[in-house]
Nanobody
């Protein structure tokens, strides 16, 4: 089965940067879409960014200009570069892959941004 492993979450000060990584392993044919969601305490899970197999990206308005999603197809890995972090970015971040019409979720990684 396909498994997604995330890393990179940490405690940082406002204005700092982090890079999240998520790598998929197992029986993989094609990764159609790679993405990141996040869920803050007391809030619903929201889409942060995604990148399609064709390279098209989209971002939540709250992170545009600060976050960049990228991929390494050879490694079946997606990254989220987060710059100029704000306290409101504090959340558990989950990677999401669409593989052969099935959706897979990472285990989540905690990002905490202090004031």
């Amino acid at each position: 089965q396909v498994q997604l492993v995330e890393s990179g979450g940490d405690l940082v000060q406002a204005g700092g940067s982090l890079r999240l990584s998520c790598a998929a392993s197992g029986s993989i044919s094609s990764i159609n879409v790679m993405g990141w969601h996040r869920q803050a305490p007391g809030k619903q899970r929201e889409l942060v960014a995604q990148i399609t197999s064709g390279g098209t990206t989209n971002y939540a308005d709250s992170v545009k200009g600060r976050f960049t999603i990228s991929r390494d197809n050879a490694k079946n890995t997606v990254y989220l570069q987060m710059n100029r972090l704000k306290p409101e970015d504090t959340a558990v971040y989950y990677c999401t892959f669409l593989i052969s019409s099935n959706i897979y979720w990472g285990q989540g990684t905690q990002v905490t941004v202090s004031s």
